[in-house]
């Protein structure tokens, strides 16, 4: 008799509640839907051969994309903002249909700290020259929709994978800070070291001296969250704001490490963008984008930075795009 063998995906693919059922072996009929190639819509490619296929549409100004050993590899020439990326070649994705972006990446560049990098959805098939100009003070580029993961180490206060998002303006989430309390309170840390953009840590985790707690709102210096469990931590404690499944900067895949293979998930359920890395939600933005039917194409993305002298260098080693196929 013929076993049916299903295919193994990761928990958070299709519905946000699978990830939330897998685990007590309730939901089974929600994994099984998301096998349904009559009810979704299903494109994955794993990058075969030596060619990229012709359905991509490629963005590059002193770069090349090219495909080997399974490995679709972006990379810039040693020179200040010079970039290699490319689009799916199609509008054909859309948030009322709950579509998915994942891709398995590495950085691959000689020095991260001399580059620039963005995964997700854009809002055009002829790209840009990247779609977040400044991760500190958020300016697209131009008006095109976007929603994407992003590390920019101009952005030299914050080198972390960033949560991007434009409806008529910008909305960064930074997954990873750390620093040391000045003054606690019962709905409150207050640090001074580093100066923040308003919101940027909205919805993470804060973790500081054995306690931890949501951020509801974040200041230029304040975190204010909604209660700290399981007890208010001391005025002096060192501090982490992340949402992945380590909090030490060594370890925690928000701060992109060379030759280290992770997944980026971007899944848009009507407007709202849940970003995974390995499974793990590490933000969520509301409205994210600019109207559910307005479509998407996939964007990988890699920039030269600082002084030029490295190239960007991402190595992709599939990419994954699902919906429904009904709205």
């Known amino acids: 008799m013929a076993v049916l063998k299903l295919q193994s995906m990761p928990r958070h693919l299709y519905y946000r509640k699978i990830a939330n059922s897998i685990a007590t072996g309730k939901g089974i009929y929600d994994v099984l839907s998301s096998l349904d190639r009559d009810g979704v819509e299903y494109w994955f490619d794993d990058f075969q051969g030596n060619l990229l296929d012709d359905k991509y549409t490629l963005k590059e100004s002193t770069g090349a994309t090219t495909v080997a050993a399974s490995t679709a590899i972006l990379a810039s020439t040693a020179s200040d903002d010079k970039y290699a990326a490319f689009t799916g070649g199609s509008l054909n994705w859309f948030g009322n249909r709950h579509c998915l972006f994942q891709a398995r990446a590495m950085v691959t560049s000689a020095a991260i700290t001399e580059t620039k990098f963005e995964l997700g959805w854009h809002g055009a098939v002829a790209g840009s020259a990247g779609l ?21 180490a101009d952005a030299t206060n914050f080198p972390v994978w960033n949560a991007c998002a434009y409806n008529a303006t910008p909305t960064v989430r930074i997954l990873y800070t750390s620093g040391t309390a000045t003054a606690t309170a019962t709905k409150s840390l207050t640090q001074t070291a580093q100066t923040y953009v308003a919101d940027v840590f909205k919805g993470q985790t804060i973790w500081a001296g054995g306690a931890y707690a949501k951020v509801l709102s974040n200041t230029t210096k304040v975190f204010t969250v909604d209660r700290w469990l399981p007890s208010c931590p001391p005025a002096t404690s060192t501090f982490v704001v992340s949402n992945s499944y380590s909090t030490t900067a060594a370890n925690s895949p928000t701060i992109p490490k060379i030759n280290e293979y992770h997944t980026y998930t971007i899944k848009i359920e009507s407007a709202v963008a849940l970003y995974y890395i390995d499974g793990v939600q590490v933000a969520e933005i509301p ?26 260098i991402l190595s992709v080693d599939y990419l994954l795009c699902m919906q429904s196929r009904e709205t």
């Open 132 to 152: 977040l100009n400044n991760i500190i003070t958020p300016t697209w580029v131009g008006t095109t929709q976007g929603v994407c993961f992003a590390y920019d």
């Open 287 to 312: 409205a994210a984008v600019n109207a559910v039917t307005t479509g998407l194409t996939p964007w990988l993305f890699a920039q030269a930075r600082g002084d030029g002298s490295e190239n960007a």
